[in-house]
């Protein structure tokens, strides 16, 4: 998980990161997704749902959820960002 600001709480972008994240280690249930991305069930239907749609992350036949090459191209592009973002912070 990527350190929070300084008043504790998490951005969306930081949000964003740990979930795909997650879902990059092959496909995850909405459980695994919750638990690993420290997020209430309500947010992470929130999330999902806007992942899904800008096709960030995809659910399999299983139902579980994987992420995309897109997907994959913008947690590479955000983990660079994330990088020097707690750069700046220390």
Not at 42 to 59: A, C, F, G, N, P
């Amino acid at each position: 998980m990527v350190s929070t600001a300084m008043n504790g709480r998490r951005s969306s972008a930081e949000i964003v990161y740990d979930i795909l994240r997650v879902c990059d280690n092959g496909g995850v249930n909405k459980t695994a997704i919750m638990y690993r991305s420290n997020l209430s069930y309500t947010l992470l239907k929130k999330y999902v749902s806007s992942l899904s749609s800008q096709e960030l992350i995809e659910r399999t036949m299983e139902g579980r959820f994987r992420i995309t090459s897109k997907g994959q191209e913008t947690l590479g592009q955000m983990g660079i960002l994330m990088g020097t973002l707690r750069g700046l912070r220390a």
